[in-house]
C-alpha cells in the first residue's frame, strides 16, 4: 500500500516564528489533506490539496503531485498552532491512508 | 459547518463486554468512517460505509462490526471488549464518491479493564 512520512516529527518553536511541515508519498495521489489535532483531540480539517497550492490565512499548503510531496507553511506561529500535524493521501476506494504526523510545539 | 457528534467522550468497559460507539452526522454526507488512533501508530481505519446499510473493512476490521440503518448514523461494535481494543475511536464523514474533504468528531476514548 501507499506510504506516508511526515518530517520532522518533532517541532519546537516560539511564538511568532515560521515552520515547514513536510509530507512525502509513495504514489500518485488523487487526493491530499491536512489536519491539525488540538491538545483535546480533535482534528481539524485544514486544506484539500491534491495539486497545487492553497492559502487559509497564516496557513498556506503546496503539493508537487508529480514529485510527491506536500508542504504545509504556518506563519507567525502562535501559542493555538500547538498539536499534531497530519497529511493523509487517498489508497483509493474511499480509504485515506494518514501520515505518522508532525508535533508541533509553539512556547509563548 | 459540518458537524458529527460522537456519543460519549470518554467510556471504561470489562473485559468480554459487548460496546456500542455511536456517531451522528447533521449534514447527508453519504461517507462515513471509522478509525482508531494509538501512540506510535497514528490513524487507522476500521471500517467505512457509503451508503445505507452498505460497509467496506477497512486496514484493522478484526474484532469489530459497524452497523448503518439510517444515513446519518454510523455505530462501531465491540462484539466482546477486549483490552488491546484500548484506544482513541473517531468517526468521520465526507460528502461523497470522490473522496472530499474528511470531517472527524471529536472522538471516544475507550478503555478496557
Known amino acids: 500500500g501507499i506510504q506516508v512520512e511526515q518530517s520532522p516529527p518533532d517541532l519546537i518553536l516560539q511564538e511568532g516564528a515560521n515552520s515547514t511541515l513536510r509530507c512525502n508519498f509513495s504514489d500518485s495521489v488523487n487526493n491530499l489533506q491536512w489536519f491539525h489535532q488540538n491538545p483535546w483531540g480533535q482534528l481539524i480539517n485544514l486544506f484539500y490539496i491534491p495539486s497545487g497550492t492553497k492559502q487559509n490565512g497564516r496557513l498556506s499548503a503546496t503539493t508537487v503531485a508529480t514529485e510527491r510531496y506536500s508542504l504545509l507553511y504556518i506563519s507567525s506561529s502562535q501559542t493555538t498552532d500547538s498539536g499534531v500535524y497530519f497529511c493523509a493521501v487517498d489508497q483509493g476506494a474511499q480509504k485515506l491512508v494518514f501520515g505518522q504526523g508532525t508535533r508541533l510545539t509553539i512556547n509563548p | 459547518d459540518v458537524k458529527v457528534t460522537q456519543s460519549s467522550r470518554y467510556l471504561v468497559k470489562r473485559t468480554g463486554e459487548k460496546v456500542f460507539l455511536e456517531c451522528v452526522q447533521d449534514m447527508d454526507h453519504e461517507n462515513m468512517f471509522w478509525y482508531r488512533q494509538d501512540p506510535g501508530l497514528g490513524l487507522r481505519l476500521i471500517y467505512f460505509s457509503y451508503d445505507v446499510k452498505m460497509k467496506e473493512k477497512g486496514d484493522i476490521p478484526e474484532g469489530y462490526s459497524v452497523s448503518r440503518e439510517k444515513k446519518e448514523r454510523f455505530s462501531l461494535i465491540l462484539e466482546s471488549a477486549s483490552t488491546n481494543q484500548t484506544s482513541m475511536y473517531l468517526c468521520?464523514?465526507?460528502?461523497?464518491?470522490?473522496?472530499?474533504?474528511?470531517?472527524f468528531g471529536s472522538g471516544t476514548q475507550l478503555s478496557v479493564l
Open positions: 468521520a464523514t465526507n460528502r461523497g464518491a470522490t473522496n472530499e474533504k474528511l470531517f
